[in-house]
């Protein structure tokens, strides 16, 4: 089991009121699946998010990561995991406007403390796995949305990370340019990633294997569409 949560909670204290943001959330994900994790505007599924990527810790109940129960670690070591087995990608994109393709996907590498010529190879054959071999040297000014989008995704990948975490990843882009991208997520998928998506377009969660729909802090449903046998990794 790569994720076991049982009884999840995460409130925050805002002033004298007391948020519920998660209410008792119990939810496993194995390794190799295509989660959609969907709801609107407050329904949790955004603090389970961070809390999946260890940007957050419950207030109460219990995270299971790769057999480590998250809540017992200190911060250096959510960090070492943020780094190694996460890979984020954000509806912003967020890349470093001054440096090139390369040099952002190269980035995650740098914190985990890999040789320079290690970090070269490794974030070239991520660019290129998404498609972006002949644009390494571009700035994220001279490419498109949908091309910095799959920078990000290549930063994502290039630490072959447990999870590919994506929140919301086509937002910021045109309905043609995210079905490119939802298929670069597939293609990633097939390849042997656990892949989860936060979003609140059904349209985008379609494209997973699972939808995970949550309200009021809890889960409301959880639905598996069979996978076909070309569709398999």
């Not at 295509?34 to 810790?57: E, F, H, R």
């Not at 990370?161 to 079905?179: C, H, K, R, V």
Request: charge should be neutral; hydrophobic fraction near 40%; proline fraction near 3%.
């Amino acid at each position: 089991m790569l994720i076991h949560m049982r009884d999840l909670h995460r409130v925050y204290e805002l002033g004298a009121e007391k948020v519920h943001a998660l209410a008792g959330v119990d939810l496993d994900i194995e390794r190799n699946e295509y989660v959609a994790i969907m709801g609107p505007s407050g329904s949790g599924k955004s603090t389970l998010m961070n809390i999946i990527g260890c940007l957050d810790t419950p207030t109460r109940g219990s995270y299971v990561l790769k057999e480590q129960e998250i809540g017992t670690l200190s911060d250096d070591e959510l960090a070492r995991i943020r780094n190694q087995e996460i890979g984020f990608v954000f509806q912003t994109f967020n890349l470093l406007a001054r440096a090139d393709a390369l040099h952002n996907v190269e980035l995650p590498l740098v914190y985990a403390g890999i040789r320079h010529e290690e970090r070269r190879r490794r974030a070239r054959e991520a660019l290129e796995l998404v498609g972006l071999g002949d644009r390494m040297k571009h700035r994220p000014n001279e490419l498109s949305g949908g091309q910095r989008q799959r920078v990000a995704i290549a930063r994502a990948l290039v630490n072959k990370p447990s999870i590919i975490l994506a929140d919301e990843p086509t937002g910021n882009l045109d309905t043609a340019t995210g079905e490119d991208i939802m298929a670069s997520f597939e293609r990633i998928w097939q390849q042997g990633n656990t892949v989860i998506l936060v979003t609140h377009e059904a349209d985008i969660a379609k494209h997973a294997h699972r939808a995970v729909r949550m309200r009021d802090g809890r889960i409301e449903s959880d639905v598996r569409t069979p996978i076909t046998t070309a569709a398999r990794p």
